[in-house]
């Protein structure tokens, strides 16, 4: 809910609570660390950390942690880089060493860059006694879908999207890096560069894994990490985990640029069901996040909140060498983002000629369901994250894994809508991506609710009998998020959101059943539920591609079903199984 007011007595206790529960500053660096001084002495901790927390030296508590995998090929690629290719220091090897040394630690309830009045996720400022006290259920801010707000709701949002992307310089509170130093240098100093809010969110996904979806990186790995990459967002329990915080990062700095400057208290951001088909004529419009959700082959989105330069891509260069042999040393460079801005790239949208044998759809509801039905965090985590096939469509549903990508849930929206969002490093410059990821937010919280026993959450685990994933920096349950800061663990999302502040208007309802392997994982085919966009016919499904009588939630129109659908007599759509080899992505 999004709430305006004027500024009268009880609007301001609102603004406190507000900014209390925002948790100023969280992401990459605040800029007020960004001078000489504080690169030079490695030292964050603005105003000595307040009455709430101290300046403390968190060089040997990170060392510890990363000593686990100090003996592995991913560990030696993050300290030195490839031999041979001359590569810059890594900002992200023992994150944040390399950049801060001594940084806030807050006391328990606190939160912030420097832990002064400001709670932390889930609590709320309480001016008797200057204390930080746990949301309590009517407290919870509630995500909706976005469909669900008020024409009111919806234009603000986009209001506070445009504010958060084009921050004028004496606004800005976030600082990122844009130059890593060699290390012969006599003096290796990272440079810092203050940017917007929305653009640093941007340089945190691109940094989390900006070496993938390149084809001359995956050779390098090849060559001195037998194949394992580095990813600290993907394809890994963390998935879960990394983008939780990524979104409250996300809503804690939107609600404060929304009560600061726009006048709008209680923001919460939104979700995109898109299980639910009739909800996209309230997303894909002229007014709210452009026009034509499957516009085809890629091209520039269209829309207000792109028009007159407004919306300028940044970290662009994965997305110029996608699908191309590429050249890892310049895909894998960190943003300039002043001089990105400069260049004023229109975000795209629209099927990658990479993707030509997959099938794009957005999944059904059967297929949350089939996610949803184990208890195992792994398991659950490759399902939602779509690397396993959730052959919903099947007369007996069943699903098949192996070590290759996979097109469903999670990976096929992204596929689906193609453009920035299809290429991982540059994919949150479409805003498109934070609907979607809350969505998949939704559905973990889902299965925190239904797996929940005495209380207790399934154990973290990244067991996936495979050697990096468990020494991979990053993926142990106490390892900390990387590039984020402050500085959280695994562990410390993975807990139900009530904890963290939040809730949802509503959850996809529990599986009423399990499912198993299928009986043969080599089958020819595996039939997916969803909707497949019209005009598009893949494999001989609906062959008209239209449904005269609009929504159908599987995408299926009894009035010119295909023979395919005659003879199974239930929706589903046909992706066939030797697609396994999708790229890894997202």
């Not at 709430?52 to 993050?78: A, K, M, P, Y």
């Amino acid at each position: 809910m999004l709430t305006r007011k004027s500024m009268n007595a009880s609007s301001v206790a609102w603004l406190l609570l507000v900014i209390s529960t925002s948790s100023l500053v969280r992401g990459q660096f605040p800029a007020v660390c960004n001078t000489e001084d504080s690169l030079a002495s490695k030292t964050c901790c603005p105003n000595n950390c307040g009455a709430h927390g101290d300046c403390v030296d968190i060089s040997i508590e990170v060392t510890q942690s990363w000593n686990r995998s100090n003996q592995t090929s991913i560990f030696n690629f993050l300290k030195n880089g490839p031999p041979g290719y001359g590569w810059p220091m890594d900002v992200r090897f023992q994150w944040p060493l390399r950049v801060f040394h001594k940084v806030c630690q807050c006391k328990e309830g606190w939160g912030g860059y420097d832990c002064s009045s400001r709670c932390d996720f889930g609590y709320m400022y309480i001016e008797e006694g200057e204390k930080c006290v746990k949301q309590s259920e009517s407290q919870l801010y509630e995500r909706k879908e976005f469909s669900k707000l008020s024409k009111k709701e919806q234009d603000e949002y986009l209001d506070i999207l445009k504010e958060a992307k084009n921050e004028a310089e004496d606004k800005m509170v976030w600082a990122v890096v844009t130059e890593e130093p060699m290390d012969t240098d006599d003096k290796p100093t990272f440079k810092l560069q203050n940017v917007s809010t929305y653009d640093m969110l941007v340089v945190l996904h691109f940094l989390s894994a900006r070496e993938k979806d390149n084809e001359d990186c995956k050779a390098i790995f090849n060559a001195t990490t037998n194949g394992s990459e580095i990813d600290f967002a993907h394809e890994f329990s963390g998935f879960i985990t990394w983008h939780r915080y990524y979104l409250l990062i996300l809503e804690s700095e939107l609600r404060r640029i929304a009560a600061e400057r726009l006048g709008i208290y209680n923001f919460a951001i939104a979700y995109w069901a898109w299980d639910w088909k009739p909800n996209n004529e309230d997303i894909f419009n002229d007014g709210h996040f452009g026009v034509d959700p499957f516009p085809g082959n890629s091209t520039d989105v269209t829309g207000q909140l792109f028009q007159n330069g407004n919306w300028p891509v940044v970290c662009n260069e994965p997305y110029i060498q996608f699908g191309k042999t590429g050249n890892c040393t310049k895909a894998r460079e960190v943003c300039n983002v002043q001089k990105n801005r400069a260049q004023n790239i229109r975000l795209k949208r629209g099927f990658h000629p990479k993707d030509k044998e997959k099938h794009p759809f957005l999944p059904g509801d059967t297929s949350i369901q089939m996610a949803l039905a184990v208890d195992d965090n792994n398991e659950f985590r490759k399902r939602l994250e779509g690397f396993v096939d959730l052959c919903a469509g099947n007369e007996t549903k069943c699903t098949i894994s192996n070590n290759s990508a996979h097109n469903n849930l999670h990976n096929a929206v992204h596929i689906y809508i193609g453009g920035h969002m299809r290429v991982l490093g540059p994919a949150s410059n479409d805003p498109i991506f934070f609907l979607h990821h809350a969505n998949i937010d939704r559905i973990l919280e889902s299965w925190f609710q239904y797996n929940k026993l005495n209380g207790n959450l399934p154990p973290f685990s990244v067991n996936d009998n495979s050697s990096d994933a468990i020494q991979h920096p990053g993926y142990s349950e106490d390892d900390y998020l990387i590039p984020m800061f402050p500085l959280k663990t695994n562990a410390d999302m993975y807990k139900t959101a009530d904890e963290f502040g939040y809730k949802y208007d509503e959850l996809p309802p529990m599986p009423t059943e399990t499912y198993e392997r299928c009986s043969d994982p080599t089958a020819a085919c595996c039939l997916k539920d969803g909707y497949s966009p019209d005009g598009y016919n893949p494999d001989g499904y609906n062959p008209d591609g239209y449904n005269p009588d609009g929504y159908n939630p599987d995408g299926y129109n009894p009035d010119s079903a295909s023979a395919l659908h005659q003879m199974a007599s239930l929706p589903f759509l046909l992706v066939l199984a030797y697609t396994a080899h999708y790229v890894n992505f997202l």
